[in-house]
Nanobody, 118 residues
Framework: QVQLVESGGGLVQAGGSLRLSCAAS????????MGWYRQAPGKQRELVAT???????NYADSVKGRFTISRDNAKNAVYLQMNSLKYEDTAVYYC????????????WGQGTQVTVSS
């Protein structure tokens, strides 16, 4: 089993910044991909950014140039630096880890609320 714990959410004004952190514990195999997803009220959960254990990144078009994902493999942690936040970034942000090339299901964190005031 794998446990994910997110932190760093909160309330921020538009144009501000927040940094989300996610720490994974348990049986973590590589290669894997860690990522951030978000879900706004009344909307489906969507991908924000992912990063593989090898360092390859992927971003949603809506956050490119504003958000930066990074990870620390030694700590099994992933981070999301969010700059130039917009009202539409308001959502619950979830951390995910998925082992590549296996049938192992993805694991999710409990989510952290990010609220951007306009």
């Amino acid at each position: 089993q794998v446990q994910l714990v997110e932190s760093g959410g909160g309330l921020v004004q538009a144009g501000g910044s927040l940094r989300l952190s996610c720490a994974a514990s348990g049986s973590i195999f590589r290669p894997n991909v860690m990522g951030w997803y978000r879900q706004a009220p009344g909307k489906q959960r969507e991908l924000v950014a992912t990063i593989t254990s090898g360092g390859s990144t992927n971003y949603a078009d809506s956050v490119k140039g504003r958000f930066t994902i990074s990870r620390d493999n030694a700590k099994n942690a992933v981070y999301l630096q969010m700059n130039s936040l917009k009202y539409e970034d308001t959502a619950v942000y979830y951390c995910q880890i998925r082992v590549l090339f296996t049938q192992t299901p993805a694991y999710w964190g409990q989510g952290t609320q990010v609220t951007v005031s306009s």
